[in-house]
Nanobody
């Protein structure tokens, strides 16, 4: 049983930084891509960042490019993914979700992710 757990959200001011983490446990060992998505109240869930198994390939939404950085640490029984968020803006406020594919290929499409965490709230005040 695959489980994803996000942490690191909080309330910050515009221009501040936050580092989100996602711990993935369970399931069979394999090579899979991970992603971050976010959803603000009244809006659809949107893609933020994705990273392949090795961490050598990453892709970002235009709205966060240059400000956010995704990384991951792989272990036999547990994988940890981080999202370093710098120069935060009020429009970054949302619930942030980590997600896992069964494929090792990165994707910006939420429907291509098989497992999801419960989310962590990020609020950026102006």
């Amino acid at each position: 049983q695959v489980q994803l757990a996000e942490s690191g959200g909080g309330v910050v001011q515009a221009g501040d930084s936050l580092r989100l983490s996602c711990v993935a446990t369970g399931g069979t060992f394999g090579y899979y891509a991970m992603g971050w998505f976010r959803q603000a109240p009244g809006k659809e869930r949107e893609f933020v960042a994705t990273i392949n198994w090795s961490g050598g390939t990453t892709f970002y939404a235009d709205s966060v490019k240059g400000r956010f950085a995704v990384s991951r640490d792989n272990a036999q029984n547990m994988m940890t993914m981080h999202l370093q968020m710098n120069s935060l803006k009020p429009e970054d406020s949302a619930t942030y979700y980590c997600a896992r594919r069964v494929s090792e290929r990165t994707s910006t499409l939420s429907w291509q992710y098989n497992y999801w965490g419960q989310g962590t709230q990020v609020t950026v005040s102006s």
